[in-house]
Antibody, heavy 121, light 109 residues
Framework: QVQLQESGPGLVKPSETLSLRCTVS?????????WVWIRQPPGKGLEWIAS???????DYNTSLKSRLTISVDTSMNQFSLRLTSVTAADTAVYYC??????????????WGQGNMVAVSS | EIVLTQSPGTLSLSPGERATLSCRAS???????LAWYQQKPGQAPRLLIY???NRAPGIPDRFSGSGSGTDFTLTISRLEPEDFAVYYC??????????FGQGTKLEGK
């Protein structure tokens, strides 16, 4: 059974950098899947942030790209997100998920439980 | 950019009734690029339907997806108490990757 678990701070100060990690268990990341971060502000909808492949290939939401870095460590079966210069608008639950991206199909089939991050001084 | 608009915003029904949720795309969308998720309070979203009409593993057969082009539908044939939740459609496109509809809240009457 594939499981994903986010880890990171619950509170980040404005203008600082948000760093989150996702640990994958039950499957090697060195496989035909992408690995993604998705966020959800309180009471709002879902926003795809970024995706990474096991070989380090990345893709970013264009509206956030200048502040984002997503990376992968297949030896640890983890991937990470860094978001710089955060503001209150970055307050959200951050989910990591597995992305199916092959055979003409694209969807997120396994999700972590989410990590709530508040941006506040 | 293809924008997804879900309707209605809120749907009030009773257990045993049929629910029909709509997801309309601003431009024609390849069916294989359309998925549906269910989200309950305090939980992560759960994949229900992928490729517009394929049920994900473990999803009850009362859930079905249909549609093509710009109009897609999620149908729950007979509502169970555990089906009351928020439902999101999601699309993929080559240029901008992924986006979601704004969600439909399915609540008990």
């Amino acid at each position: 059974q594939v499981q994903l678990q986010e880890s990171g701070p619950g509170l980040v100060k404005p203008s600082e950098t948000l760093s989150l990690r996702c640990t994958v268990s039950g499957q090697s990341m060195h496989s035909n899947y992408w690995w993604v971060w998705i966020r959800q502000p309180p009471g709002k909808g879902l926003e795809w942030i970024a995706s990474v492949y096991y070989d380090g290939t990345t893709d970013y939401n264009t509206s956030l790209k200048s502040r984002l870095t997503i990376s992968v460590d297949t030896s640890m079966n983890q991937f990470s997100l860094r978001l710089t210069s955060v503001t209150a608008a970055d307050t959200a639950v951050y989910y990591c998920a597995r992305e199916k991206f092959s055979s003409g199909l694209n969807y997120f089939d396994y999700w972590g439980q989410g990590n709530m991050v508040a941006v506040s001084s | 950019e293809i924008v997804l608009t879900q309707s209605p915003g809120t749907l009030s029904l009773s257990p045993g009734e049929r629910a029909t949720l709509s997801c309309r795309a601003s431009q024609s969308l390849r069916s294989s690029y359309l998925a549906w998720y269910q989200q309950k309070p305090g939980q992560a979203p759960r994949l229900l339907i992928y490729g517009a009409s394929n049920r994900a593993p473990g999803i009850p057969d009362r859930f079905s997806g249909s549609g093509s082009g710009t109009d897609f539908t999620l149908t729950i044939s007979r509502l169970e108490p555990e089906d009351f939740a928020v439902y999101y459609c999601q699309r993929y496109d080559i240029s901008l990757r992924y986006s979601f509809g704004q969600g439909t809240k399915l609540e008990g009457k």
